[in-house]
Nanobody, 127 residues
Framework: QVQLVESGGGLVQAGGSLRLSCAAS????????IGWFRQAPGKEREFVAA????????YYRDSVKGRFTISRDNAKNTVYLQMNSLKPEDTAVYYC????????????????????WGQGTQVTVSS
């Protein structure tokens, strides 16, 4: 069993930065691929970024490449999403998700069917 808790969301002006955290419970955290997803009002949930369960590879949606960085610290059972150069279109509720033994690219296609989800954290970027 893995429980995920996101934090770090907030209101920021365009061009600003935020760092989201996804803290996980459970001793098997290192066996899970972790992904960040987001959902804007009236839109479907979409993949943002993911890190392989071993932490050796990452994967991003095109629109955030070069601006967002995902990383994980298995000793702290935490995954981070550093978001720089934020744009109004990044506004959404951000969720982290965990799926057993999944690669980063695998999270981008299978993450919607993740094993566990967090409750989400709101990110609002003003223009």
């Amino acid at each position: 069993q893995v429980q995920l808790v996101e934090s770090g969301g907030g209101l920021v002006q365009a061009g600003g930065s935020l760092r989201l955290s996804c803290a996980a419970s459970g001793r098997t955290f290192s066996r899970y691929g972790i992904g960040w997803f987001r959902q804007a009002p009236g839109k479907e949930r979409e993949f943002v970024a993911a890190v392989r369960f071993s932490g050796s590879s990452t994967y991003y949606r095109d629109s955030v490449k070069g601006r967002f960085t995902i990383s994980r610290d298995n000793a702290k059972n935490t995954v981070y999403l550093q978001m720089n150069s934020l744009k109004p279109e990044d506004t959404a509720v951000y969720y982290c998700a965990a799926k057993l033994l999944t690669s980063a690219q695998g999270m981008s296609v299978m993450g919607i069917q993740a094993d566990y989800w967090g409750q989400g954290t709101q990110v609002t970027v003003s223009s």
